[in-house]
């Protein structure tokens, strides 16, 4: 149990380190201004439009950091500071999402993929845990019955299911912020210091999905051991 704490210490904290750095750089790139005068939300309709992508509407979501395509709809949500903001971290957030419209319009197999398990993981996520623990309480009291270890195993396969979610996120956010920096540098929408602020603050944005996704697999082979090493 002390391992498992352990663990759960370490990746809070290398999630916080990455949270707290990637909100520093946002600050500091929030205050270099566009020489284009441009918002985000006009960024946004402009890389669209560039793209030849006019089905997706640009809309302003409450919030810090609440930036997100949603393919449903088609709709670009950027914060409020994104869409009304003219500097260099609304630029690179407005075109990395703008880059998943992109993805969407042309069937971008990981996108693909991560929307057809997104409302099996937001079902399972949100049990896995506990069906796991459960099979495991319960196969220590019913003696190795069986029923606990079943429990158990289907917990870790949701969790499974929540790891490789995890994963296949990581191309779709790498690919959307390489389409958006080509895009703001092929199109001259930047200065050079503005592409190098919005290179740097969506590599941060990156990495928070990053650990993420090694903290999902640390959890999932933590209670791997767990079950699997009580059947010994």
């Known amino acids: 149990m002390i391992g498992f704490y352990i663990l759960i210490g370490a990746i809070s904290l290398v999630s916080w380190l990455v949270s707290n750095t990637l ?4 600050k500091k790139y929030s205050e270099i201004e566009l020489r284009n005068g441009l918002t985000g939300a006009q960024i946004a309709e402009k890389m669209l439009a560039d793209h030849g992508i006019y089905d997706v509407k640009v809309i302003s979501t409450p919030g810090r950091l609440t930036d997100h395509y949603n393919p449903t709809d088609k709709t670009v949500n950027l914060s409020e500071a994104v869409y009304n903001q003219r500097n ?8 990395h999402e703008c880059g998943h419209a992109v993805q969407h319009a042309k069937a971008y197999e990981w996108l693909t993929m991560r929307s057809k398990l997104v409302p099996i993981v937001s079902l399972t996520s949100n049990f896995s845990q506990w069906m796991v623990i459960g099979g495991l309480i319960l196969g220590a009291a019913g003696g190795q019955s069986g ?4 429990i ?12 490789v979610f995890s994963f296949i996120t990581l191309p779709v956010e790498y690919d959307a912020s390489n389409r958006a920096l080509a895009w ?8 050079r210091e503005e592409l190098a602020g919005s290179k740097d603050a969506l590599k941060w944005a990156a990495r928070t999905y990053l650990v993420a996704a090694l903290g999902s697999l640390a959890m999932l082979l933590y209670y791997a051991l ?3 090493g009580s059947r010994d």
């Open 88 to 95: 260099a971290a609304a630029a690179a957030v407005s075109a």
């Open 226 to 228: 767990q079950v699997l």
């Open 147 to 150: 029923i606990g270890f079943i």
């Open 152 to 163: 158990a195993v289907a917990g870790l396969v949701f969790m499974a299911l929540g790891t």
């Open 184 to 191: 703001l540098e092929n199109k001259n929408m930047v200065s």
């Open 23 to 26: 909100k520093k750089k946002f």
